[in-house]
Nanobody
Framework: VQLQASGGGLVQAGGSLRLSCAPS????????MGWFRQAPGKEREFVAA????????LYADSVKGRFTISSDNAKNTVFLQMVSLKPEDTAVYYC???????????????WGQGTLVTVSS
């Protein structure tokens, strides 16, 4: 599975961005799409995940109420809508695909190249 993430950029605190991720290749066994982020000097952390079938979602506590993950199954694309952005949201955001999902990076076996989100104060 190849994953292409896009939509990152520079935004002021309180602003919004929408990230997109479009998997291609052998996706039939990847039931869950996730977003993770990694800030400089920190470990990669879970942000949100969604199941292609049924649309069940999971969020990290730090983004609940501000970020929304969604999918367009017809376009085979997953989105991460981010509002009320904070400087601490600054990170490289990665999309990932896996069979079972969850909040652990180990549950995902395909990763995109990452897109940088910078939130200025």
């Amino acid at each position: 599975v190849q994953l292409q993430a896009s939509g990152g950029g520079l935004v002021q605190a309180g602003g919004s961005l929408r990230l997109s991720c479009a998997p291609s290749g052998r996706t039939f066994s990847r039931n869950v799409m996730g977003w993770f982020r990694q800030a400089p000097g920190k470990e990669r952390e879970f942000v949100a995940a969604i199941r292609w079938s049924g649309g069940r979602t999971l969020y990290a506590d730090s983004v609940k109420g501000r970020f929304t993950i969604s999918s367009d199954n017809a376009k085979n694309t997953v989105f991460l809508q981010m509002v009320s952005l904070k400087p601490e949201d600054t990170a490289v955001y990665y999309c990932a695909a896996g069979a079972y999902g969850g909040s652990s990076p180990r549950s995902y076996d395909s990763w995109g190249q990452g897109t940088l989100v910078t939130v200025s104060s």
